[in-house]
């Protein structure tokens, strides 16, 4: 998500690094917050319902599968095109894909998720589709042994992230929604380019998630 020029001088006026954020003259509210928008516009507000902890790590996980056999699906040909709705190689998409499932259980060890590690491009030694779609694999790996072995309690704890503070649950369904996301992308990606995806785009794990209704 990226903000106008005019947007993120206001932003910055008022002291908020980078969207997601609603302003309203001089009061803002930053982070992803619908609770706080809503109060901030004098609107009112049901919260939905959230997924448990566990729901959202099934899904998570069937989302970084989708995106790893779709990824090794890419010939090397088409890693280098960059789409024209974002400067981001095919490449870099799925390797941001990945990191972005890492960045649950790195932000929940660290207790922090600076904006940072969403900017990394895939690593030089990632040149080919089956390296990239391996650090899926190994992300998976990561997520699967850390959910095994997790308290309910460690979704309560609240983490430092970029755009506002965040609950371990809320931290997870963003990120869940956020790799779905870019799965979506991926897929609309395939088509243009020509490549047959080994299975369809899972749509059935998406039902329930506050995913935007673009896809871009």
């Known amino acids: 998500?990226?903000?106008?020029?005019?947007?993120?001088?206001?932003?910055?006026?008022?002291?908020?690094?980078r969207v997601?954020?609603?302003?309203?003259?001089?009061?803002?509210?930053?982070?992803?917050?619908?609770?706080?928008?809503?109060k901030l516009l004098g609107v009112s507000y049901a919260q939905p319902v959230t997924f448990s902890p566990a729901e959202l790590a099934r899904r998570l996980d069937r989302v970084l599968e989708c995106a790893e056999r779709l990824v090794r699906a890419f010939p090397e040909s088409a890693l280098?095109?960059?789409?024209?709705?974002?400067?981001?190689?095919?490449?870099d998409l799925g390797y941001h894909l990945f990191r972005v499932?890492?960045?649950?259980?790195?932000?929940?060890?660290?207790?922090e998720l600076p904006e940072g590690w969403f900017e990394e491009p895939a690593p030089p030694e990632m040149r080919e589709a089956a390296a990239v779609a391996s650090y899926g694999s190994l992300?998976?790996?990561?997520?699967?042994?850390?959910?095994?072995?997790v308290a309910d309690a460690e979704?309560?704890?609240?983490?430092?992230?970029?755009?506002?503070?965040?609950?371990?649950?809320?931290?997870?369904?963003?990120?869940?929604?956020h790799a779905a996301q870019h799965l979506r992308q991926l897929y609309e990606l395939a088509g243009r380019l020509g490549v047959a995806p080994p299975s369809p785009l899972p749509i059935a794990e998406f039902r329930g998630l506050p995913l935007p209704e673009a896809v871009w």
């Open 155 to 177: 979704f309560e704890r609240i983490v430092a992230v970029y755009y506002g503070p965040q609950s371990g649950h809320e931290l997870l369904e963003r990120t869940t929604w």
């Open 20 to 38: 997601p954020a609603v302003a309203v003259g001089d009061r803002v509210v930053h982070g992803w917050n619908p609770e706080g928008y809503a």
């Open 101 to 111: 499932g890492l960045s649950f259980v790195d932000a929940m060890d660290r207790g």
């Open 80 to 91: 280098d095109v960059i789409p024209p709705e974002r400067r981001r190689t095919v490449r």
């Open 1 to 17: 998500m990226q903000a106008n020029p005019a947007a993120r001088e206001d932003l910055q006026r008022l002291g908020v690094p």
């Open 139 to 149: 992300v998976r790996g990561r997520l699967q042994g850390w959910f095994q072995g």
